[in-house]
């Protein structure tokens, strides 16, 4: 399903994302998308994601994006460059949160946190470094990029060894300033091109979205490992000691590199110091965070952002897509409170009989089961009920379409349907069904329901009320049908209906 879900909408793009896909599963069971198959197929894709390794690396606190040294992925038997597939996954979980579906997301927390990260550095630069925002070149070089601009930093990639040095970036009216070696160059951003004072010419190179940028301060170093801590808790546990509590007859062991890389230029012979340790920890924060699957974090937001507006969520709290695409897990006895209160009698089918007693007692045996039963149950029954096996962070209220609960009722005399019936229309005119049609057909409409099929001698005839046809399956023949009010027809129909 992953592959051919990825193979049908890789190429569309977010606004036609937006607009919606009807899902349908193949074979007898088909079924019609009225909200439900959406959820069912974003589950499944969810299962087909995380259900192995072999599109993520699974971690303590969840699955994350392989490195960027890993360039594709089989993807059933075809490999798809890992950043497509990334990028996919971003408007992926886009969609599933506009359709308002939750599933059991086992990406890592820091991956939907970043894509807050990346609000929060867009919405705090400047217009100027905002349209300057990407990659950049020298002009008539063949090197792929010499710099990159994200936020109100620019992150140098002359120097292959360590991490790309941070250099600030200010707006004076039309121009952007920086400080180089002691001397402040200024650039004018025209036609796509950056224009420096001391001659230089810089040719953009693409526009992925920002990196995360956080403030030199100690509220920036807090922040940098609570983020770290929703990707690597273990790795911030020990540098928050590394900053905070470990002494300096231990810090002697400690040198300036992470993961086999130095974290600047000769890293490996520099000593972490009390005057250098909050250094070294920020820089191991952003080696972790930036720069190990750098390109696939930019993928997925590019993705994501494509779909949905990243001014939307302007000012949300940081943990928002993580509530929102996982919803809760835990099903407790005043959200099954709350759903009954909805289900009895709004959501009871059929509608004409919701306030008779024995079938909203009925309705009442059904959650007082519920009631006593545990988590595992109650999920299992979601799962059934309404595509999910979890709730939405709005509870119960916040689930679409509205759950209905259907009481079968027994009568030993058949319901006559007294106020409508409906029509089929034949050559010469329209003859009305028999009652008892007449009746499931109103019932059919009463729930909520669109489609049914019946067998007539070799025939299977196919009623479609949305639509509002009878289709021959054999012979594809179609006729019109309609609902009328009892009132309105004329003798000889109404003869027809009690011969």
Same mark, same amino acid.
């Given at each position: 399903m992953l592959a051919v879900s990825f193979a049908k909408t890789t190429a569309r793009s977010g606004k036609e994302w937006l607009q919606g896909f009807t899902i349908q599963f193949t074979g007898d069971d088909a079924g019609i998308d009225h909200g439900g198959l959406t959820k069912a197929w974003v589950q499944e894709v969810g299962y087909a994601l995380w259900g192995s390794d072999a599109f993520f690396d699974t971690t303590a606190a969840g699955s994350l994006f392989k490195p960027d040294s890993a360039t594709d992925v089989l993807l059933h038997c075809f490999h798809v460059p890992s950043e497509s597939l990334y990028r996919w996954l971003g408007r992926f979980l886009a969609y599933a949160l506009y359709q308002q579906c939750v599933l059991d997301c086992a990406l890592s927390p820091w991956a939907l946190r970043w894509l807050i990260r990346v609000i929060e550095t867009q919405a705090a630069a400047p217009a100027l470094l905002r349209q300057a925002a990407g990659s950049w070149r020298r002009d008539g070089s063949d090197d792929c990029k010499i710099a990159s601009i994200s936020g109100s930093v620019l992150l140098s990639h002359m120097d292959a060894s360590g991490l790309p040095p941070e250099t600030p970036l200010r707006v004076s009216g039309q121009h952007i300033e920086a400080d180089f070696d002691g001397e402040t160059v200024r650039a004018t951003l025209s036609d796509g091109q950056l224009h420096w004072s001391d001659g230089d010419l810089w040719v953009r190179c693409s526009e992925s979205s920002m990196l995360p940028v956080w403030e030199q301060t100690p509220t920036g170093d807090d922040q940098l490992l609570e983020d770290l801590a929703t990707m690597d808790p273990a790795m911030a546990n020990s540098l928050w000691r590394?900053?905070?509590?470990? %002494?300096?007859? =231990?810090?002697?062991? %400690?040198? @300036?590199?992470? &993961? &086999?890389?130095?974290?600047v230029p000769g &890293? =490996?012979? +520099?000593?972490? *110091?009390? !005057?250098?340790? /909050? !250094?070294?920890?920020?820089?191991c924060c952003k080696a972790a965070l930036l720069y190990t699957s750098q390109r696939a974090f930019q993928a997925f937001s590019d993705g994501f952002f494509e779909v949905i507006p990243p001014e939307m969520f302007l000012g949300a709290p940081v943990d +928002? @897509?993580?509530?929102?695409? %996982? &919803?809760? /897990?835990? +099903? *407790? =006895?005043?959200q099954m409170s709350k759903l009954e209160q909805i289900i009895i009698p709004e959501g009871l089918v059929p509608k004409h009989l919701k306030d008779q007693a024995e079938v909203r007692d009925s309705a009442r045996w059904v959650f007082d089961i519920i009631h006593r039963s545990d988590d595992n149950f109650r999920s299992r029954l979601f799962e059934f009920w309404t595509g999910n096996g979890r709730l939405p962070l709005g509870g119960v209220e916040a689930i679409e379409p509205k759950p209905r609960l259907q009481v079968m009722v027994s009568q030993e005399k058949q319901y006559i349907p007294v106020d409508y019936v409906w029509e089929v229309q034949i050559p010469g005119g329209w003859r009305a069904y028999g009652q008892q049609m007449c009746g499931n057909l109103n019932n059919m409409l009463e729930a909520g329901l669109r489609m049914c099929e019946f067998q007539m001698g070799p025939n299977k005839i196919v009623i479609d009320l949305g639509a509002g046809l009878q289709i021959n399956s054999r012979t594809n023949e179609r006729r019109r049908i309609r609902r009328r009010p009892l009132q309105f027809l004329a003798d000889d129909t109404v003869l027809s209906l009690q011969g």
């Amino acid at each position: 399903m992953l592959a051919v879900s990825f193979a049908k909408t890789t190429a569309r793009s977010g606004k036609e994302w937006l607009q919606g896909f009807t899902i349908q599963f193949t074979g007898d069971d088909a079924g019609i998308d009225h909200g439900g198959l959406t959820k069912a197929w974003v589950q499944e894709v969810g299962y087909a994601l995380w259900g192995s390794d072999a599109f993520f690396d699974t971690t303590a606190a969840g699955s994350l994006f392989k490195p960027d040294s890993a360039t594709d992925v089989l993807l059933h038997c075809f490999h798809v460059p890992s950043e497509s597939l990334y990028r996919w996954l971003g408007r992926f979980l886009a969609y599933a949160l506009y359709q308002q579906c939750v599933l059991d997301c086992a990406l890592s927390p820091w991956a939907l946190r970043w894509l807050i990260r990346v609000i929060e550095t867009q919405a705090a630069a400047p217009a100027l470094l905002r349209q300057a925002a990407g990659s950049w070149r020298r002009d008539g070089s063949d090197d792929c990029k010499i710099a990159s601009i994200s936020g109100s930093v620019l992150l140098s990639h002359m120097d292959a060894s360590g991490l790309p040095p941070e250099t600030p970036l200010r707006v004076s009216g039309q121009h952007i300033e920086a400080d180089f070696d002691g001397e402040t160059v200024r650039a004018t951003l025209s036609d796509g091109q950056l224009h420096w004072s001391d001659g230089d010419l810089w040719v953009r190179c693409s526009e992925s979205s920002m990196l995360p940028v956080w403030e030199q301060t100690p509220t920036g170093d807090d922040q940098l490992l609570e983020d770290l801590a929703t990707m690597d808790p273990a790795m911030a546990n020990s540098l928050w000691r590394v900053r905070h509590e470990m %002494l300096e007859e =231990d810090l002697q062991w %400690l040198t @300036f590199s992470y &993961g &086999g890389r130095e974290l600047v230029p000769g &890293g =490996d012979d +520099i000593d972490v *110091s009390a !005057e250098n340790r /909050a !250094e070294y920890v920020r820089l191991c924060c952003k080696a972790a965070l930036l720069y190990t699957s750098q390109r696939a974090f930019q993928a997925f937001s590019d993705g994501f952002f494509e779909v949905i507006p990243p001014e939307m969520f302007l000012g949300a709290p940081v943990d +928002i @897509f993580q509530w929102l695409l %996982l &919803g809760n /897990a835990q +099903i *407790s =006895d005043a959200q099954m409170s709350k759903l009954e209160q909805i289900i009895i009698p709004e959501g009871l089918v059929p509608k004409h009989l919701k306030d008779q007693a024995e079938v909203r007692d009925s309705a009442r045996w059904v959650f007082d089961i519920i009631h006593r039963s545990d988590d595992n149950f109650r999920s299992r029954l979601f799962e059934f009920w309404t595509g999910n096996g979890r709730l939405p962070l709005g509870g119960v209220e916040a689930i679409e379409p509205k759950p209905r609960l259907q009481v079968m009722v027994s009568q030993e005399k058949q319901y006559i349907p007294v106020d409508y019936v409906w029509e089929v229309q034949i050559p010469g005119g329209w003859r009305a069904y028999g009652q008892q049609m007449c009746g499931n057909l109103n019932n059919m409409l009463e729930a909520g329901l669109r489609m049914c099929e019946f067998q007539m001698g070799p025939n299977k005839i196919v009623i479609d009320l949305g639509a509002g046809l009878q289709i021959n399956s054999r012979t594809n023949e179609r006729r019109r049908i309609r609902r009328r009010p009892l009132q309105f027809l004329a003798d000889d129909t109404v003869l027809s209906l009690q011969g």
